[in-house]
Structures are given as structure tokens and as C-alpha cells.
């Protein structure tokens, strides 16, 4: 299980750290813990805690001001986390993470071989965004896409998004004339009439993004659930199966490979393969399974080599989806548009969209 917990549950009204919250929070870990399931913690918070022991100089600019904040919180918040482990002879470590590290497949595998290592030896990972780094397009859009990420690194089997509200509702959670919705599927696509503007009041993120992350683990394999990391016990009601909350349903199980590959699509940088019609055709059919073969393909756009991530388009440029290599460009320019020469991109490294 992955178990994410936003701001405002860890935060009080004046933005600082609640203590109390936290230690809830790690009772309910353990007790996870104990029914033998093992369980990474993506928190947010660190801001909060920073805010707790320092005030950082007005004449930062706001940016400068939060990684301030952050990096004396990261310490403050992770000596909380390992102290009240602690007295349950549980340990965590610590995983600091930025968007670059799940761009580049070695850094991504890398992460992946830790984050087991850690389970492996029953230690709680605790992972954050490093935002002492991380600006602009290194950022997560917040914490939700973090643990998404994580989720489907690791093959998870739930998902819990813990915030201040009780799920999605139909309008409003403050409007007694709201109704939660609690189960949906992955490709439900009317959520969006349902969700409102805002963002939460010390996080950058908002319901917005927890439906839009919830939607693509579940897609994946994942159950995902959005619930209220204020109630006490929720993490022990969520697996007992009788919580109040929301729930995505879990769709058929991906491979790991084409999971990391479903968080690439706003990677612009990537190298280019385009393909014609009937390439794009039968990479879409629904009835027979198909890898990328030189014969569709009609230019390149940018370098590769030998098991790189590419972008495949269309002639028109619409998006189709992603592959992994099975050559290098040069080898690629010379099967162009030939019959009989192998795939460039095989169906097991290939994620169409």
C-alpha cells in the first residue's frame, strides 16, 4: 500500500505542524504493518514544519522563502516520523524525489531497487518532493502525482489519497446537498463537472489533480481511494473494506515497464518516431496485439539509441503513444519504410494510448 498524506491533514489552521495528527498517523502505520502488508509513506509537510521552528526573512521572495522552509522542515518532520517509529521498534528511511528522476529509466530503476530494498528489509519509506531543488518544470503538480508515481514503481496494490475532505461529491463537501460518490471507474470521463477550483489552503494541489492521478493508477492496476485523513482509524477502515471515502476501481494490471511509460507523455523532449495510417491503425486495434514495424514509420525527430524512450506520433501529429528502442537511430534510418525488418519498438515496450 501507498499512503499519501496531504497538508492540511498534517498542518494546523496556522500552517505549522500538528504533532498530534502525526503520531495518529504512524499508529495506523503500524498497525498496517502488523497485518503483514507493507506500506510507503509519501508526506507532505515539510513546509509546515519548517514553519514550526523558523521564520524565514520576509525579503525572500516566496519561492526562496518555501525552500528555506523545506529544508529545515525535511529534518525537523523526518526526526518526528523516525522518533515516533521508533517506539514501536519500527524504522524509515527517508527518499527525497524530483520529476527528473522519473524521466531518465536508469534513475527511474534506480529508485525502484531502493524503494524494495526498503520493504524487502520492512523499514517504512517516507518520500517527499525535494523541494529544495525542485522549481518549476522539476516540480511535481504536487504530492498526488508523486505517490501515483510511486505507486505504480512498485507494483502497489492500493493507493490511499488522505486529505481533509471525505472524498469527491457532487457539488460542494461543505453543501448538505452534496452527495459523495464513492466508487468510479477509470475511465469515467464526467468526474470533471464535479470538481471545483480550488486548491487546498497550505498545498499546491487540489481535488483536480486527485482525480486526474487517481484515474491513471487506477488504469494501471491500482485501487486507488481518496478518503479523510482526519478520521481517526480510517487507514484500519479503508482495509477492513467500511470506510466513508471514494474508490477507483482498479482496471486489468499493466507491465512496470509500460507503467512508468504512462507518466511520460509531457515529457516534450523526447526524440520522435512518426508512422502513417496503417501504422496508427494497427497499433490501436483492440482484436490483435502489434509492435512498431519500419514499414509504418516515415521520419524521426531527434537522436536515439539502443533502448531509449521515444514518442510515437502520427503523420498528422496527433499523439499515439510511447516505446522503448529495440536499435539506435542509424540502424533505424536504414530499415525505414522496409518490409520484413524487425520491430523498432516491440508490443512489450510499447504503451499506445
Known amino acids: 500500500m501507498v499512503v499519501k498524506v496531504g497538508t492540511n491533514v498534517l498542518t494546523q489552521a496556522d500552517g505549522k505542524l500538528d504533532v498530534t495528527a502525526l503520531s495518529q498517523l504512524v499508529d495506523q502505520l503500524v498497525a498496517i504493518k502488523a497485518t503483514g502488508i507493507e506500506v510507503v509513506l509519501v508526506s507532505s509537510g515539510a513546509v509546515g514544519a519548517g514553519r514550526s521552528v523558523y521564520q524565514a526573512s520576509e525579503q525572500l521572495n516566496k519561492v526562496v522563502q518555501r ?3 523545506s529544508a529545515i522542515g525535511q529534518v525537523q518532520l523526518m526526526q518526528w516520523y523516525s522518533s515516533l517509529l521508533s517506539n514501536y521498534q519500527v524504522y524509515c528511511a527517508q527518499v527525497l524525489a524530483t520529476k527528473e528522476d522519473f524521466r531518465d529509466r536508469q534513475h527511474y530503476l534506480n529508485m525502484q531497487n531502493c524503494l524494495l530494498a526498503l520493504l524487502r528489509d520492512h ?26 508515481l510511486i505507486a505504480a514503481m512498485i507494483n502497489a496494490d492500493t493507493l490511499v489519497l488522505l486529505t481533509a475532505v471525505d472524498g469527491l461529491f457532487t457539488g460542494d463537501p461543505n453543501d448538505p446537498d452534496s452527495q459523495l460518490i464513492e466508487v468510479v471507474s477509470a475511465d469515467d470521463t464526467t468526474l470533471h463537472q464535479f470538481i471545483l477550483p480550488q486548491k487546498s489552503s497550505f498545498g499546491r494541489g487540489g481535488m ?11 488504469a494501471l492496476g491500482i485501487e486507488v481511494v481518496i478518503a479523510n485523513g482526519k478520521r481517526p482509524n480510517i487507514l484500519a477502515q479503508i482495509l477492513g473494506g467500511n470506510f466513508t471515502g471514494t474508490t477507483f476501481a482498479a482496471s486489468e494490471a499493466v507491465s512496470n515497464v509500460k507503467k512508468w511509460m504512462v507518466y511520460q507523455k509531457q515529457s516534450s523532449q523526447l526524440p520522435k518516431v512518426i508512422i502513417n495510417a ?26 536515439f ?43 512489450d515496450y510499447l504503451y499506445i494510448e
Open 67 to 69: 525552500q528555506v522552509c
Open 305 to 347: 539509441e539502443k533502448g531509449e524512450l521515444v514518442q510515437i506520433k502520427s503523420d498528422q501529429g496527433e499523439f499515439i503513444g510511447f516505446g522503448i528502442t529495440q536499435y539506435d537511430l542509424n540502424t533505424a534510418l536504414d530499415y525505414l519504410g522496409e518490409v520484413g525488418k524487425k520491430a523498432l519498438i516491440h508490443y
Open 278 to 303: 496503417g501504422a496508427a491503425k494497427s497499433l490501436r486495434s483492440k482484436t490483435k496485439i502489434a509492435s512498431l514495424l519500419p514499414v509504418g514509420i516515415t521520419a524521426f525527430q531527434g537522436q
Open 208 to 218: 483536480s489533480t486527485k482525480i486526474r492521478m487517481a484515474q491513471k493508477a487506477a
Open 123 to 148: 523499514l517504512v519509506p517516507i518520500v517527499n518532493e525535494n523541494d529544495v531543488v525542485s522549481i518549476n518544470e522539476l516540480m511535481f503538480t504536487d504530492n498526488d502525482e508523486l505517490a501515483s
